[in-house]
């Protein structure tokens, strides 16, 4: 089946740690985003990419990074810069220059520091 | 800037008490505006896309339509399945890249 993956499904951090959220795509879409969702706000753009080896800062990128070596992959890693990182962590995918120009998500990574 | 506003927060239903969900928005020219779905701890759904003014799109019990301001997500006859958080989410030409904008949701919940 074509989808998103995204692992682990829990993650818990403690203070001062860098820890990585995977996202794996297998649909042979170009751009994949990732956002950040917080209770009572809307997502929050974080980081995306258009092409492999190329990507941009979203709204919130302060404390993110993120590689794309490869089409399927986008990994996000939350470093210890990140001030207040728990949260709930969606990655999306999309076929850039179809018509329908829409994102879809995959189940998402919850983070929480300890 | 562009922005979205979804409005009511949160809804209580009956089952089978038809409603509507607001979604207004400002942007510099109108790409495109969607509908996701999501329920807790999953990832958004999408439902529906719209791109210009007087479209309209169905599926279920759910009908979406878009003005030049606003769009609204109608629920026809819901059932407690329908329970869910609604998202829209715009994309313009202007200041956002062409990257998507979101509305902070409007959380249904259908009781039987």
């Known amino acids: 089946d074509g989808g998103i993956t995204q692992s682990p499904k829990y993650l818990f951090r403690k203070e001062g740690q860098n820890v990585t959220l995977s996202c794996e795509q297998n649909l042979n879409h170009d751009a994949m985003y990732w956002y950040r969702q917080d209770p009572g706000q809307g997502l929050r753009l974080i980081y995306y990419s258009q092409i492999v080896n190329d990507f941009q800062k979203g709204d919130i990128a302060e404390g993110y990074s993120v590689s794309r070596e490869k089409k399927e992959s986008f990994p996000l890693t939350v470093t210890s810069a990140q001030k207040n990182p728990t949260a709930f962590y969606l990655c999306a995918s999309k076929l850039t220059g179809a018509p329908t120009d829409t994102q879809y998500f995959g189940p998402g990574t919850r983070l929480t520091v300890l | 800037e562009d922005q979205v506003t979804q409005s009511p927060e949160a809804l209580r239903l009956q089952e089978g008490e038809s409603s509507s969900l607001n979604c207004s928005y400002t942007v510099s020219g109108l790409r495109g505006l969607f509908w996701y779905r999501q329920d807790p701890g999953k990832g958004p759904e999408f439902l529906f896309t719209?791109?210009?003014a007087g479209e309209e799109k169905e599926k279920e019990r759910l009908k979406a339509t878009l003005t030049k301001k606003e769009s609204f997500l109608h629920i026809t006859a819901p059932k407690p399945e329908d329970s869910a958080t609604y998202l829209c989410a715009v994309r313009g030409y202007g200041g956002s890249q062409g990257n998507l904008i979101f509305g902070k949701g409007t959380k249904l919940s259908v009781k039987p």
């Open positions: 719209l791109y210009s």
